[in-house]
């Protein structure tokens, strides 16, 4: 990169004058800009691929640039306080921090320009890390040459920035959670334990997602149900919850603090006590008596016992059903009516129900849309729905439940016959780079892996479980020493993927074949049952609901958080937040603490009652707008009208409905448009900067 | 091996220092390997599935497994001189099981280039080379297939160089380029005079 020679009267400043008479913040003649630039170090990260020095030097010589300075960490408290000094100083009109990306510091040093007495916005970060001594590692030369060029860039548009002040919106003091597994509850207690009125919305007819499809939880051996129901029944109880069963996200209109969603309330086919009552059926209703279960025609397989069981077309999932309220299959109903006379007086069921919108506002969001099993027949290799006898784990999991279809005896689904030998298959669709499995680490099969041969070594007197693995990912609290115990009881490792399963034909027993990498043996196994450690992905609804609410996801499916470290609960949209496991697998723990953290996030703006909108709202020039209107229909978010001003048909915005996406400002026949602290002449002198360093 | 303590040959060999200093490799190898075999070879993670795909395994000391982890650190000569490198059928099991996506098999066929070129190669291998000279088969036509071909009502020989033996040429023409014939001749003289 050729390095330019810079003038004193470099373009953008040209640019600027032509324009500051249409403009009307920049009505007013602006004092000769003062920029104070400063260089971090970030330790070597920046310091290590380039010259500071040359860097700073260079720096000094630019137009605009009254003061230039550097230090080790411009983020630390002394970093700050140059700023905040240099300012008063030298009486300075801008500042450029020539440091790492704005996604990680911009608001740290905005606070500093803000101390120092400037606009905040008067702030201008040029990113020297990331995008340059981070790729440019073995290349000081280049690095230097290109951060003099970024600092350049910066500190023309900084000569041009302009005092914005945020808009503050109030915010609905209500929120919801979608999705109530054990995140979406968590979530929902701590809201509504925080005194905020919290919709709670479930597609499927009860609450408790996969948590209460789990026999007994690793590594404490919980009983999943007796540990879960309590919650379960406070989420019924909570003043504060309205919780909403088999309804989903229809549509999502606003912006934090104001989101107006339709919930599509799913035909039911059944009432509860407060509906009948609406309907003048007082002491009616639906009281979970079964009544209509005993009667009902159709049979079909139910799904929460992952069609081990069947239900009827009126059906609910299992006895301890949050709500306590039947639902009918109208996929499956054939209306016979049997049902409807059967419940008699109650008069709880309406075969004619139809879909229901209800529109609510809330101020913020989160979601907890958790996962789905990975169809694990996908890896042919395991013959998975091709040979009886291999299961996935969560049919291991209803198998040996009490509550289960078997009632918790453990049988082969070929002859119902109790299994000995059992292998079980770590990693089944798990760290696959082959595009049919994941390539990531579904993080808690190891641990209920292990969990499950503690419960057949525990039950079957006699059993012995292998577990095929190739690492066991113990890491978390008192996890490597559930590790140790389960081999003390008798199970057997072996460090190896299995290639392929065959059945014998005869005796559907089935043969694992591996390779023992400790022993170095290749080794045929004849087992009584596989049990398939399947991958996990996201739910099936899960891109829907994220589209809704403007939510990002990474390449696997899972939805994107703000930052992986430092905010993992936020997303890019403000206001909307995320539980559990739709952000990537996690074990229940790990899930509740990410529900408790996603609660409190979702509270703060709820508790403080307005939220400052970043103030990068498109504003009309009303002397070059010609009303033309294709911008009205171009925005997405409905912020624009046309009205009538002065005779003229202008555009205006409203502020807060403007995200500053700028289509209306990239479109605009006129350039009638502009995207505050994105202005034209902004953008304009940046391109001058890089181009021509400034010259014209 | 000479008797340093005293103890007979058998004894000193199993006494004899088998770790692994980490000079011995050659990392330069896991790259040509990657670059002729045009698979991930580094990115092993030694699961084992390809050991347990391998039809060779259960019945010999062949263990691709084994040669993958050779490659991932390198182990050049360890890799080359091992005669179990020859036992592979190309049957591709284990790449069509891998999850990592690697193909074992093109990294075997890398490692066995490699050692040709240090004259490395069981003999057979040779004869093969030759039989396609003369032939344009590997696996020449023979009375037993040709009776068994006319039985099934086919003609005796496939439509190959053996039905167009005009063709033959230029198959010698590739062969010569590569002077993978005259390589042969001469092994095979070395070692069978």
Sequence with gaps: MAEKKVTKKDAAQKTAKKDAGIAPNMAKEEKKPRIGVFICHCGTNIAGSMSITDVQEYAKTLGDVAFADNYQYMCSTPGQKKIEDAIKEHNLTGIVVAACSPRLHEPTFRTATKEGGLNPFRFEMANIREQNSWVHMHDSEGATSKAKDAIRIAVAKAALLQDLIPKSVPVEPTAM????????????????????????????????????????????????QCILTPK????????????????????????????????????????????????????????????????????????????????????????????????????????????????????????????????????????????????????????YKKYENVISSLEFERLICASGPTGGHLVRPSDGVTPKKIAFLLCA??????????????????????????????????????????????????????????????????????????????????????????????????????????????????????????????????????????????TTTAGVFLAGV?????????????????????????????????????????????????????????????????????????????????????FCPGGAIWMQHFTTPQIVAQIDAFLVGGEQ | MAKVKGYPEALENKLRDRRFYGEDTNPEFTKTVKKISDTIAHMCYQCGTCTASCPSAPRSSYRIRKFMRRAVLGFENEALTDPDLWLCTTCYSCTDRCPRDIAPTDVIMAMRNLAFKRDIIPVNFLKTVQAIYTTGHGVPNNDVNRTARKKLGMAADPPTTHSYPEFIPGIQKILDYFKLKANADRIVKEREG
Excluded at chain 1, 289 to 317: L, Q, W
Excluded at chain 1, 474 to 502: H, P, T, W
Aim: proline share 5%; with cysteine; hydrophobic share 35%.
């Design chain 1, 582 to 666: 739709c952000q990537g697998p996690k074990d229940i723990p790990d899930t509740v603490a990410s529900a408790e953290g996603a609660a409190s996030a979702a509270s703060i703006p709820i508790h403080m009652g307005e939220v400052e909108l970043e103030p990068y709202f498109a504003m009309c020039i009303e002397d070059k707008c010609a009303g033309c209107g294709m911008c009205v229909k171009l925005c997405p978010y409905s912020a624009l009208d046309l009205i009538e001003k002065d005779g003229r048909t202008v555009m205006q915005v409203t502020e807060a409905k403007c995200k500053g996406c700028g289509t209306c400002g990239g």
């Design chain 1, 177 to 224: 959670v979608v999705g109530a597994g054990v995140a979406g509850m968590q979530a929902a207690l701590d809201l509504a334990a925080a005194g905020i009125k919290t919709y709670l919305i479930e597609q499927e007819p009860s609450i408790g997602g996969r948590m209460s499809q789990l026999d007994k939880t690793f590594p404490t051996l919980d009983c999943s």
């Design chain 1, 429 to 570: 669709g798990s760290r696959d780079n082959t595009g049919v499995g994941k390539p990531y680490c579904s993080r808690f099969c190891c641990m209920y892996s292990l969990k499950h041969a503690h419960q057949i070594i525990e039950k079957i007197p006699g059993a012995q479980p292998y577990l095929f693995y190739m690492d066991i990912r113990s890491f978390g609290k008192m996890y490597e020493e559930f590790y140790y115990r389960i081999q003390d009881e008798g199970a057997k490792f072996i460090r190896g993927r299995v290639a392929n399963i065959l059945e014998d034909p005869e005796t559907k027993n089935l043969k694992v074949y591996a390779d023992d990498t400790l022993l170095d043996r290749p080794m045929e196994l004849e087992v009584d049952l596989v049990v398939l450690a399947s991958a996990v992905e996201p739910a099936a609804d899960t891109n829907r609901t994220r589209k809704l609410f403007g939510v990002s996801c990474s390449m696997d499916g899972w939805l994107l958080e703000a930052h992986p470290k430092l905010n993992p609960c936020g």
């Design chain 1, 232 to 383: 379960m029944v406070d989420v019924g109880r909570s003043k504060n919850i309205e919780l909403m069963t088999y309804s989903n996200v229809d549509s999502v209109e606003g912006y934090i603090g104001n989101f107006d969603v339709t919930i599509r309330k799913k035909a039911r086919g059944v009432l509860t006590p407060d509906e009948a009552e609406a309907r003048g059926f007082v002491g009616g209703g639906c009281n979970g008596c079964g009544d209509c279960d005993a009667v009902c025609p159709v049979i079909k397989p139910n799904n929460f016992e992952v069609g081990m069981k069947p239900r009827k077309a009126i059906y609910i999932n299992h006895p301890q059903v949050v709500p306590l309220i039947y639902t009918i299959d109208f996929e499956s109903c054939v209306k016979c009516g049997l049902c409807v006379t059967a419940c008699g007086d109650k008069k709880a069921i309406d075969l004619e129900m139809q879909d229901e919108l209800i529109k609510v506002k809330v101020g913020t969001a989160i979601l907890a849309t958790g996962y789905d099993i990975f169809p694990i027949e996908k890896k042919e290799e395991w013959g």
